[in-house]
């Protein structure tokens, strides 16, 4: 079991489950890989646009361990 924190940011905001404060998930897991958490939460993989573990960019089937930050951010638009 890994204790993680899931931060996820605009629109990926409301799909985290309803314990989650201001966009921010923590919550222990026996995933073993990003992929697996997205999975697990039932975020969509065809919205995320870029990953981030513990401050750096990685791709959905990075390891994860116990203490890991995980931002996902959908495709941001604006001018």
């Not at 966009?23 to 697990?40: A, L």
Request: glycine share 10%; net charge positive; hydrophobic share 35%.
């Amino acid at each position: 079991m890994a204790k993680v924190e899931i931060r996820c940011f605009a629109t990926l905001r409301d799909l985290l489950p309803f314990e989650a404060k201001n966009g921010v998930y923590k919550y222990e897991t026996r995933k073993t890989t990003i992929e697996g958490i997205v999975e697990e939460l039932s975020l969509p993989k065809d919205k995320l646009h870029l990953i981030l573990k513990n401050g750096v960019r990685v791709e959905l089937n990075e390891p994860i361990k116990d203490g890991d930050r995980i931002g996902l951010f959908p495709p941001i638009g604006g001018g």
